[in-house]
């Protein structure tokens, strides 16, 4: 699976194409933030839950996207999304590379199949190019964790029932190179950031983690590895009605074998129940999300341990012109166990607020300001000498620079 998967990802890269066939769009995201006066970010190694924390410079290059796109017939795409950003193991990293085949029908149906890597459809909140939302310049607790654990390696189905009322729509997936989905979310958690995974990226381990379980800092984990060589889905169906709104349920699985691993790391079983609506009034805008899952690893043929996990949000937002503004609040939870009992250390529970204000003043550049208020409580950071509920407050400005 991974040979082919490489080649069609090579193919969405390298692709001849003629001007008119073919299409980019990216942008450079330019940040100035105050970030948060407490723990490192997790991705440094810390228990912070933002993207930025403490011993951050006030000025960031937050990274570039690109996405390259060509049609060579109308009912064949081909897109390679990439990524210049300073944090990621390597300088260039892919997003997505994949080819979608969509037959043109004159009818109420119509169907699509999608072959390669790319981010599965859970979100009505990251809409745009690059995993990225399109009210807020960071996610919901949700999608930042589809973004940093999820990637679709494989082939997805779609079948459309398109009527006067609204367009119906079932979709599935098969897929693998997805095994250790759910580390994170078992050793650090829940977290907020608008940094989605390469496919090539590894991404750090929480210090504390690797203190509480007698090892020694700093680590990295692969995300996107196959240890089993078992097919994972997920299948869901979505109603999008004429009048605005729309609404989806989804299942994920990834039948990973939890005992299964490649050196010290190992498979994640992870699963998860997911729904989502929006509904648009007018100017405003109304999303909301929730998800409830479970991840396992049984490293030995007596131990084992879970972690349960919920999360939900609510955004409003209005548009006018220019201009947009959002408010998000969003809850969070996990509560980890083992072959022993109960796991206070990593088992947490938080709340973010998110308030935004974009204005797009000409057609290649988009300014935000942004204020995210965290609160959470994870009994591990006690490993760190520091306090398990931590309050964070991050503001950040960004320009991002759009090329069309």
Do not use: C
């Not at 897109?79 to 300073?86: D, F, N, T």
């Not at 029932?161 to 250790?180: A, C, H, K, Y």
């Not at 379980?213 to 869901?236: C, L, M, Q, S």
Request: charged share 20%; proline share 6%.
């Amino acid at each position: 699976m991974r040979k082919l998967l490489g080649i069609i990802v090579l193919l969405a890269v390298a692709v001849p194409a003629h001007a008119d066939d073919f299409s980019f769009d990216g942008y450079a995201d330019l940040r100035m933030i105050a970030p948060p006066d407490g723990d490192r970010p997790w991705l440094e190694g810390g228990l912070g839950k933002l993207r930025y924390g403490k011993g951050d410079s006030s000025f960031q290059f937050s990274g570039a996207v690109g996405e390259a796109a060509w049609m060579p017939a109308p009912e064949l795409l081909v897109v390679a999304v990439g990524r210049i950003e300073p944090q990621q193991k390597t300088f260039f990293d892919l997003l997505e590379g994949y080819v979608r085949y969509r037959p043109v029908s004159t009818t109420p149906w119509r169907w699509s199949v999608k072959a390669g890597a790319f981010f599965a459809p859970f979100s009505l909140e990251n809409t745009e190019i690059g995993w990225s939302p399109y009210w807020t310049i960071t996610p919901s607790a949700i999608n930042s964790w589809f973004g940093d654990e999820f990637r679709t390696m494989g082939a997805e189905f779609t079948l459309e029932w398109r009527i006067e009322q609204g367009t119906l729509t079932v979709m599935g997936s098969g897929f693998g190179v997805n095994d250790p989905a759910g580390v994170m979310m078992a050793d650090r958690g829940w977290s907020m950031d608008d940094r989605p995974t390469g496919l090539f990226d590894h991404l750090r381990v929480p210090d504390a983690t690797l203190i509480l379980f007698g090892d020694t800092p700093p680590d990295r984990t692969p995300i996107f590895k196959e240890f089993d060589n078992r097919v994972g889905w997920y299948a869901g169906a979505s109603w999008d009605d004429a009048r605005q709104w729309r609404i989806e349920l989804i299942h994920y699985d990834n039948e990973a074998n939890p005992s299964a691993h490649e050196d010290d790391y190992f498979a994640w079983h992870t699963k998860f129940w997911d729904a989502g609506f929006s509904h648009h009034i007018g100017e405003f805008t109304v999303i909301a999300q929730a998800l409830t899952g479970s991840t396992v690893i049984s490293p030995s043929p007596v131990f084992s341990a879970t972690t349960d996990y919920n999360s939900a949000f609510a955004l409003l937002g209005w548009e006018r012109g220019d201009w947009r503004v959002a408010g998000r609040a969003d809850i969070f939870h996990t509560r980890s166990y083992n072959s022993f009992g109960g796991s206070p250390a990593t088992s947490e529970n938080g709340y973010a607020f998110t308030a935004a204000v974009s204005w797009l003043p000409k057609d290649w550049l988009k300014l935000t300001g942004e204020i995210l208020s965290l609160t959470s409580k994870r009994g591990e950071r006690a490993v760190l000498g520091i306090d398990p509920e931590q309050a964070e407050t991050q503001f950040q400005l960004s320009a991002k620079f759009f090329l069309d």
